[in-house]
């Protein structure tokens, strides 16, 4: 599933991307999905690149839009598998438009957010989803925007599935997605990763294996966490199934009214 003979991937060392490609790829081995229709589609950042060393069909596409790309490619051929590899400023600022209307609409998409926190490849500024008071270069004090969660949003919007894991909890995170292949409908995955080098050294959060272990001490599964109290809950996060709703698809909701117009004659 990766491709062969490519020139060397431009990752960081020790950047989770490859980790989060990783598991992607073994939830389309669990799933398997026909490498002949199954689409890898991207926009444009770190994690973007990872459709360029992916042995698919792939599209790596204009920075935000990779979510209208993909719908453009289910609506013309739904039976296709497609899945969107985007980051946190990918998905929620320059294309946060894409993504509240790719949730409404339910398109039968399978969206996994690289998380780092930041923009990485363009460098390093604040993202809507860079913590208060973490530094940027755009935020060389520490950021003073209020990041939002991408999973409340995404349910909020009308997402079907959504659901969080990280690159310390690689089997969880490749049964997370893999759940969301299953789901017929847009299913979001926000994939929490590492990214050492324009959010941690800033941030002095030492290198990958701290970053990971910091992951390990703070991400709780979704039913242990709803048991926590409210005051042990601030540093934490929930990961595992968050939210799944059963609400028909858009490819198909479109088939109907096509059918009832009579087949659009
Ligand atoms: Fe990874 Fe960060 Fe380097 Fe980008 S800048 S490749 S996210 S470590």
């Given at each position: ?23 992607i ?24 690149r990872?459709?360029?060393?992916m042995?698919?069909?792939t599209?790596?596409t204009?920075?935000?839009?990779a979510?209208?790309f993909a ?8 039976e296709l598998?497609?899945?969107?590899i ?7 600022a ?8 790719g ?14 926190n930041i923009y ?12 208060l008071?973490k530094k ?17 949003l995404?349910?909020a919007?009308?997402?079907t ?8 909890h ?29 959010y ?16 390990s001490?703070h ?11 409210e005051?042990?809950?601030?540093d934490?996060?929930?990961i ?18 096509i ?7």
């Amino acid at each position: 599933y990766f491709r062969q003979n490519r020139l060397p991937h431009l990752w960081c060392p020790g950047c989770g991307n490859g980790i989060v490609m990783k598991a992607i790829v073994q939830a389309i081995e669990k799933k398997n999905l026909d490498q002949d229709k199954t689409i890898i589609v991207s926009g444009i950042g770190c994690s973007s690149r990872a459709s360029g060393y992916m042995n698919f069909d792939t599209l790596h596409t204009a920075h935000g839009r990779a979510i209208p790309f993909a719908t453009g490619i289910k609506l013309a051929n739904p039976e296709l598998n497609v899945i969107v590899i985007t980051g946190d400023g990918d998905c929620t600022a320059i294309g946060g438009n894409h993504f509240i209307h790719g949730c409404r609409r339910n398109v039968d998409l399978t969206v996994i957010l690289f998380n780092n926190n930041i923009y990485g490849m363009t460098g390093g500024q604040a993202s809507p989803l860079t913590p208060l008071t973490k530094k940027a270069t755009t935020a060389p004090y520490g950021s003073i925007d209020r990041p939002f969660d991408p999973c409340d949003l995404a349910r909020a919007a009308g997402a079907t599935y959504i659901a969080r894991s990280t690159a310390f909890h690689v089997k969880h995170l490749a049964d997370m997605i893999a759940q969301g292949m299953d789901n017929d409908g847009f299913s979001f995955i926000e994939a929490i990763t590492q990214c050492p080098i324009s959010y941690g050294r800033k941030n002095k959060l030492g290198d990958a294996p701290a970053m990971l272990k910091w992951m390990s001490e703070h991400a709780v599964m979704q039913a242990a966490f709803d048991k926590l109290p409210e005051e042990k809950r601030e540093d934490k996060f929930p990961i595992g199934i968050l939210h799944k709703a059963s609400t028909t698809e858009y490819t198909t909701a479109y088939q109907k009214v096509i059918d009832l117009a009579g087949g659009g004659k």
